[in-house]
């Protein structure tokens, strides 16, 4: 992978200037009596909303979160933006965390979102790790996501985890962002595991302190706190890829050709595909970058004008 892509992923995520956004928190409860942290642009009812579900260690400070809420507030828009658990620095209560299959608790995020807000239209996208679970959650749920949603977008989301998993274990991608990932993930596993003491007897703390790729991190703490036999067991059944022919609304899958950790050997064919899914792959864009312009100007980041494009493209 050239140098271009990790310039491609690090400048709109570290460099660039973001536009300022306020936000009113909420925290939800869970079916499981846990709780997670969610933030809205606005609190109003009815309207059109969009639920953006993050990436890896993200949130609503991420830089691709800033972006998109800040353009569709400009079109009145309303933007939910829920942490998935242990994120948005909220510790939760119950001996799990989150994992990028975790389609249930997108499933019941979006119907929360719809019961409350009652919107006009709902929208959803998700990011990554959360764009993966998203689409994980629309071809297992077609009927209900048909019921509920208007247009789907997944952005720079690993399909195939096996692959981008792999790939994220290796070379620069180890050392510029599986190391980053691990810096706040191994602290946060460890304090569930203190939390719940019985946890010790299934998960080998040593392993997870000394855990230098996400790999072993998922070998060691995310498969076996979620029920998955290995690290390959989790990544294989978490990937989105073989649901995509089930997916029931009109979806937009965005990545970036020269993604450092998304092999682009690992996107969908057409033939891999829903009719209802759209495939646009641009030659550049890095990881969730898609900077245009110069980094130095706030509104200069490409992505939520693709989105907004993608959803203002849909038929009424």
């Known amino acids: 992978m050239s140098f271009l892509s990790h310039l491609d992923t690090i400048i709109p995520a ?8 306020s936000l009113t928190r909420e925290v939800w409860s869970t079916p499981d009596n846990d709780r997670i942290a969610v933030d809205h642009s606005s609190t109003q ?36 933006l829920p942490h998935f658990r242990t994120c948005g620095e909220l510790a939760n209560l119950q001996p799990r965390a989150y994992h990028a299959g975790d389609y249930e608790e997108i499933g019941w995020i979006i119907q929360q979102v719809a019961n409350q807000f009652r919107p ?6 998700g990011v990554s790790l959360g764009g993966n679970a998203l689409l994980h959650w629309l071809g297992k749920a077609p009927h209900l996501a048909h019921q509920l949603v208007k247009g789907a ?4 989301a690993p399909m195939n985890l096996l692959k981008a998993g792999n790939a994220l ?9 599986g190391n980053y990932f691990l810096y706040s993930l ?43 036999k290995s690290v390959d067991d989790y990544w294989e ?20 050709l020269n993604d450092p950790f998304i092999p682009a ?31 130095l100007a706030k509104q200069n980041n490409a992505l939520p004008d693709i989105v907004l494009n993608y959803f203002h493209s849909l038929p009424n």
């Open 14 to 21: 570290k460099l660039a200037r973001k536009p300022t956004i």
């Open 45 to 80: 009812l009815s309207g059109k909303r969009l639920v953006l579900f993050h990436g890896l260690e993200g949130g609503s400070s991420s830089h691709y979160a800033k972006y998109i809420v800040a353009k569709l507030q400009q079109v009145g828009w309303a933007v939910t």
């Open 120 to 125: 006009t239209e709902l929208y959803v996208a």
């Open 153 to 156: 977008a997944a952005i720079s």
């Open 169 to 177: 274990n290796i070379g620069w991608n180890k050392k510029l962002y």
């Open 186 to 228: 191994k602290p946060k596993a460890l304090a569930i595991i203190r939390q719940h003491p019985a946890l010790s007897s299934q998960l080998n703390v040593g392993k997870i302190e000394n855990a230098t790729t996400i790999g072993e991190f998922d070998e060691y703490f995310t498969a076996p706190l979620h029920g998955f």
């Open 237 to 256: 059944k978490a990937s989105s890829l073989p649901l995509l022919k089930q997916i029931s609304v009109p979806t937009l899958l965005l990545n970036a």
């Open 265 to 295: 050997d690992s996107l969908p064919s057409s033939n891999d595909v829903s009719s209802l899914v759209t495939r646009q792959f641009p030659a550049r864009g890095g990881h969730v970058g898609f900077q245009k312009g110069c980094f």
